[in-house]
């Protein structure tokens, strides 16, 4: 679902896909606050030091994904990764179109939208996928992403670069070819300008 545009046209023609969690929602965060009180625990994001949360929450990996469903549906309690996320997604558009990517579930999606409006987080489409290697099969320029698995898919192709904003569950991944990692928004601010001068100079 589009929001309409607030903020000016598009200067190129990059497409860029931003996932949701991990990326702009600190869902992790909710998370652990949900399992926490859930288990008496005292789990904090990095706790997470792989992608398989669950193993480490000692929980299965479907309740893994309902909790996080969870956190969602209380998504007023849902803070953002970094202070000032509206301008630094702006400034992003600047480069090119923005979409949101993600593989929230269907019944998240509405929730989802209204944590963006309230964060006043602009973008062009809002996406849904079913699995991380799905997010593939889309026509993008650049992957903003916290998935190690979705940047090892990036570099196996030619036609895409990738992003990868580190949180604890990345930490290990190693280089790869067109694979950049940042550890703030501003850094992604740095880099995407450079990527849309190549692509409009092609």
Known sequence: MPMPNLHGPIRSKLRIAVDLDGVLADTIASFCRIINER?????????????????IAGITESEFF???????S???ALRPTEDDL???VERLRN?????????RSQETVSFAIRWLEE???????FVRTESTRA???LKYDLFIDDSADLMRLIASR????????????????PDMPRIFRVARWEQILEIVPKLAATQQSM
Request: charged share 25%; hydrophobic share 35%; glycine share 4%.
């Open 39 to 55: 288990y008496l625990k005292q789990f904090e994001p990095a706790s997470f030091t792989h992608w398989n949360a669950w193993e």
């Open 66 to 72: 309902q909790t996080l469903d969870e956190a969602w």
């Open 74 to 76: 209380q998504w007023p």
């Open 86 to 88: 509206c301008s630094k």
């Open 95 to 103: 480069c090119g179109k923005v979409d949101i990517v993600t593989g």
């Open 119 to 125: 964060q006043r987080i602009p973008y062009d489409e």
């Open 135 to 137: 997010k593939m099969k």
């Open 158 to 173: 030619l036609d895409a670069n990738g992003i990868l904003y580190s949180q604890p569950w990345n930490m290990k991944t």
